[in-house]
């Protein structure tokens, strides 16, 4: 007969078989005991906690010939087909294959038929969140008012996904995690019952791995019992496993402690080597001073005595850790955890993580005020300038009041405004091009280039959006005014428009454009309109020849009896 592996040979077959649920099993015993059975039982928790299992019972114990004190007696011929799976009443349906409307219509068509084998027809649907939203509208009558000879028992490890709706109309069993404990009991008389030796730590170990479900407890130890020759070790189950002894942990914490970075990295290396995976790696080092941590904070915690193996390295370790230091370490390895989902060099991510570790934490602490006060003489410095400037202050304002000094007009004090050059928008929100260059541009002008290249403005542009229409559209709003110096002054309104055509890759592609359409490099100067208008104003002032310095005798003469009547001779 072919292997049967260990969490299906050890399947629980009646409510007492179910560990760490007795909250559960004990409300549906009674239930049973007392005929108060519901149309709808909903089991949600952690995987390998026992829903389904506990709905195979169920079933076995509502159909059962000869119950006992609300168990199934597993002795009868109904218990034992539907503990062979031959009994048609009593349906499986996995909804994460089977997640779509037409399954769900196809029960709901077959439900009103009576049972054929038993007295109670069961359907166990196990994953029930996977179901689609049309799939749990087309269950919700059926769910509300099934007939008398129809049990549904949903199982989910993901409740939250399932609509108010459904859960509003079954009795709902949240199973919880096994205890640690208890799994390590359970393992134990599993390996009596198989004629196993293991040792009790790995026992812990395998529990510890498991994080609360027998499923997995079972599948490692029965992984555990084909690796192993004549005994299974703790050093047997991190092969398996790729997890690392507490005792390296506790060495490696010591030349952390020590900051002694090369033996780390030495330490690190002989994980790898061993083929160890870099985030399982971190993970179980984050849990390690996790534990110290709660064991210098609660060291009567049931979970710290239950998890840790607390030898004498590691209460040796943990005197030499702070509160402030474990803090940060489980920081820093928290936040590394997190960027080894992205990164794609996780070794060097868990180096780097290391050799953080190994630097001194910041302290808040009275050394560090101490040693920060030579930083804080800028600021007294600072407090005694601003007591002078006051001390000055209130003397001039005693000075003012008593009027030994006068107070400034308003005229006086505006003057020195008025002698401040006013700023032009061009000055706030310029381009990047030089205005010397576009200056030589405008006092060079060539009115026959500046003719040829707004003519040819519409084919320079449709060559660039042959490139790139992305090109095309950052030059588009531009307007060519003047040609000279071999450059070429384009006009913007948008400052974005002006500063992204001045950018190196845009400019290069339109200086080449331009010389293919006009046969001559040119250079592309882009600025703001107002830039331009000031540039062209300036130039054209200095074109024209300078007014000569009238006299002003001569000009109050003529205001007085006017030009036509003076004559003015040398």
């Known amino acids: 007969m072919a292997y049967t592996a260990l969490y299906r040979v050890y399947r629980p077959q009646t409510f007492e078989d179910v560990v760490g649920q007795e909250h559960v099993t004990i409300t549906l015993r009674n239930a049973l005991r007392e005929g108060r059975l519901s149309h709808a039982y909903l089991f949600n928790g952690p995987r390998g906690t026992g829903k389904t299992s506990a709905a195979k019972i169920m079933s076995k114990a509502v159909n059962c010939e000869q119950p006992q004190d609300g168990e199934p007696c597993n002795e009868c011929a109904t218990c034992r087909a539907i503990t062979e799976g031959s009994v048609t009443d009593v349906l499986e349906i996995d909804a994460a294959s089977n997640r779509g409307v037409e399954e769900i219509r196809d029960i709901r068509d077959k439900v009103k038929f009576a049972p054929s084998d038993v007295r109670y027809k069961v359907y166990i649907i196990d994953e029930v969140h996977m179901l689609t939203t049309e799939a749990f509208n087309a269950l919700l009558k059926t769910l509300e008012e099934p007939p008398s000879h129809v049990l549904f028992i949903l199982a989910t490890t993901e409740p939250h996904k399932l609509p108010a709706t459904i859960i509003s109309r079954c009795q709902r069993f949240d199973f919880h995690r096994i205890p640690l404990q208890v799994m390590v009991n359970l393992l134990h008389k599993i390996c009596l019952s198989q004629g196993v030796r293991v040792e009790e730590q790995a026992l812990q170990l395998v529990a510890k791995l498991a994080e609360g479900g027998a499923r997995d407890a079972l599948s490692l130890l029965d992984q555990a019992i084909s690796y192993s020759k004549d005994e299974v070790r703790a050093s047997d189950i991190m092969q398996i496993t790729g997890t690392v002894a507490q005792s390296y942990f506790s060495t490696l914490a010591l030349h952390i402690v020590e900051r002694d970075v090369a033996k780390v990295m030495e330490q690190f290396d002989r994980v790898m080597v061993q083929g160890k995976d870099p985030e399982q790696f971190l993970q179980d080092f984050l849990y390690y001073y996790r534990d110290m941590l709660l064991l210098k904070t609660a060291p009567q915690l049931e979970e710290i005595i239950e998890r840790t193996m607390i030898d004498d390295q590691f209460v040796e370790v943990a005197q030499k850790h702070t509160l402030p230091e474990l803090y940060a370490k489980i920081e820093v390895c928290n936040q590394a955890l997190t960027q080894l989902k992205w990164s794609t060099y996780a070794r060097v991510l868990v180096e780097l993580t290391l050799v953080k570790l190994c630097q001194p934490v910041a302290s808040t602490t009275v050394e560090a005020a101490v040693g920060a006060s030579p930083g804080e003489a800028p ?74 290249v707004q003519g040819q403005w519409s084919q320079i542009l449709s060559d660039l959006k042959k490139i790139k229409i992305q090109h095309q559209a950052w030059l588009v709003n531009g307007q060519p005014v003047a040609a000279g110096a071999d450059a070429v002054v384009v006009v913007f309104k948008s400052p974005i428009h002006c500063d992204k055509t001045m950018e190196p890759e845009l400019k290069g592609v339109v200086e080449h454009v331009m010389q293919t359409v006009l046969g001559r490099p040119l250079q592309l100067l ?16 200095s074109d024209a020849p300078a007014e000569e310095e009238q006299d002003p005798f001569l000009a109050e003469a003529i205001k007085l009896v006017g030009e036509e009547l003076i004559e003015v001779k040398e």
Do not use: C, F, Y
């Open 379 to 452: 600021g007294r410095a600072d407090v005694s300038s601003l007591s002078n400037r006051i001390r000055v202050l209130e003397e001039r304002l005693a000075q003012i009041l008593s009027g030994q000094a006068g107070i400034q007009s308003p005229a006086k004090a505006e003057e020195p405004r008025k002698a401040e050059p006013r700023r032009t928008a061009a000055s706030t929100s310029g381009s990047r091009t030089p205005l010397n260059k576009v200056r030589e541009v405008a006092k060079s002008l060539d009115h026959n280039l500046t003719r040829q």
């Open 526 to 541: 882009s600025v703001m309109e107002e830039e331009w208008q000031s540039v062209e104003q300036s130039s054209t002032q």
